[in-house]
Nanobody, 126 residues
Framework: QVQLVESGGGSVQAGGSLRLSCAAS????????MAWFRQSPGKEREGVAVRYRVAGLTYYSDSVKGRATIDQDNAKNTVYLLLDSLVPEDTAMYYC???????????????????WGQGTQVTVSS
């Protein structure tokens, strides 16, 4: 049973930074890709960033492009999301997701992922 455990969320003022962590129960590089999503109350879950095993290719949503970095430490089986220049609109529950194999889905499609963490809350105050 694969487990993903997020941490690093919290309350921060606008303009600040946070680094979210996602610890996997198995070697992180065995996944085809790992991603971060977020969801605010009343909104759909939104893809934020993805990192593919192949060449470490990354993509970001327009809402965080230029402010976010997704990275992976295989020695720790952990994927990170660094968010800079936080704004109140970044307030959400952030989820880690892992995809075990290729599928013909967009990276930000929640249906593409096999495994999900429980989430970590990020609250940005103005």
């Amino acid at each position: 049973q694969v487990q993903l455990v997020e941490s690093g969320g919290g309350s921060v003022q606008a303009g600040g930074s946070l680094r979210l962590s996602c610890a996997a129960s198995q070697y992180a590089d065995t996944f085809y890709s790992m991603a971060w999503f977020r969801q605010s109350p009343g909104k759909e879950r939104e893809g934020v960033a993805v990192r593919y095993r192949v060449a470490g290719l990354t993509y970001y949503s327009d809402s965080v492009k230029g402010r976010a970095t997704i990275d992976q430490d295989n020695a720790k089986n952990t994927v990170y999301l660094l968010l800079d220049s936080l704004v109140p609109e970044d307030t959400a529950m952030y989820y880690c997701a892992a995809k075990s194999a290729y599928s013909n889905d967009w990276w930000y499609d929640v249906r593409a992922y096999n495994y999900w963490g429980q989430g970590t809350q990020v609250t940005v105050s103005s």
